[in-house]
């Protein structure tokens, strides 16, 4: 650890408030073809556990469907330090998807895990297949639709938690990142592109969380 990585510690360490304990880095493909990239994303989700993180959320945005199973494949190979569960574009929701061996589906046990992937999985297409299976609900008299809540949407995502920090590398827009999820996230856009993401700009974005005062949406 440099000097100035070090001295970034040691404010995260003495800062009053708490850091985020559940980060989400949002990629695109063209992040991952960087050489060292895969390795980039294996430091940072350790840097997260480090810096006081319980759970990391990656999402991957594909624009050329045909690279995702090949993201998918490379990042179940990913040096994670936490158990891992990755999920591609087949993984919507759905109770078919869930069960279907050949769609590369997380089971169910999995779905906790402390490290969660999601590559070409985009929000809307993730709350789209919550309120399919809503709806099947609803059509198979399991729910009444007059009683629908927030809690019945969400437990119906595919990664239903909500992320504390954000964190966007070298662009101010998120894409189509976990719209129902982040709605109260902290947002933290770095200066530098993933290739040139490093120890020092996680901890930037730590300390920029623990300066700021949550509002959550009040």
Same mark, same amino acid.
Request: aromatic share 8%.
């Given at each position: 650890?440099?000097?100035?990585?070090?001295?970034?510690?040691?404010?995260?360490?003495?800062?009053?408030?708490?850091?985020?304990?559940?980060v989400a880095l949002v990629l695109t493909e063209r992040?991952?073809?960087?050489?060292?990239?895969?390795?980039?994303?294996?430091?940072?989700?350790?840097?997260?556990?480090?810096?006081? &993180?319980?759970?990391?959320?990656?999402?991957?945005?594909?624009?050329?469907?045909?690279?995702?199973?090949?993201?998918?494949?490379?990042?179940r190979r990913l040096d994670a330090p936490a158990e891992?569960?990755?999920?591609?574009?087949?993984?919507?929701?759905?109770?078919?998807?869930?069960?279907?061996?050949? &769609?590369?589906?997380?089971?169910?046990?999995?779905?906790?895990?402390?490290?969660?992937?999601?590559?070409?999985?985009?929000?809307?297409?993730?709350?789209?297949? &919550?309120?399919?299976?809503?709806?099947?609900?609803?059509?198979?008299?399991?729910?009444?639709?007059?009683?629908?809540?927030?809690?019945?949407?969400?437990?119906?995502?595919?990664?239903?938690?909500?992320?504390?920090?954000?964190?966007?590398?070298?662009?101010?827009?998120?894409?189509?990142?976990?719209?129902?999820?982040?709605?109260?996230?902290?947002?933290?856009?770095?200066?530098?592109?993933?290739?040139?993401?490093?120890?020092?700009?996680?901890?930037? &974005?730590?300390?920029?969380?623990?300066?700021?005062?949550?509002?959550?949406?009040?």
């Open positions: 650890m440099g000097l100035y990585d070090a001295y970034l510690a040691t404010r995260h360490r003495l800062h009053d408030a708490e850091p985020p304990a559940h992040d991952l073809l960087a050489d060292g990239a895969f390795d980039t994303l294996s430091s940072a989700i350790g840097w997260a556990f480090e810096y006081g &993180a319980e759970r990391v959320t990656v999402s991957v945005s594909v624009l050329d469907g045909a690279v995702a199973p090949t993201l998918v494949r490379e990042l891992t569960v990755v999920r591609g574009p087949d993984d919507d929701g759905s109770p078919e998807a869930a069960s279907d061996p050949a &769609a590369g589906a997380a089971a169910d046990d999995d779905a906790d895990a402390p490290v969660r992937i999601l590559v070409g999985l985009g929000g809307k297409a993730e709350f789209a297949g &919550a309120v399919r299976d809503l709806a099947s609900d609803v059509a198979a008299g399991e729910v009444r639709p007059e009683a629908i809540d927030e809690t019945d949407i969400a437990e119906r995502l595919l990664f239903p938690e909500e992320p504390d920090l954000v964190i966007k590398t070298g662009a101010e827009r998120l894409s189509d990142f976990a719209i129902w999820q982040s709605v109260y996230a902290e947002l933290y856009f770095t200066d530098v592109n993933w290739r040139d993401f490093r120890r020092r700009e996680y901890l930037r &974005a730590v300390l920029d969380f623990q300066d700021r005062q949550r509002r959550f949406g009040r």
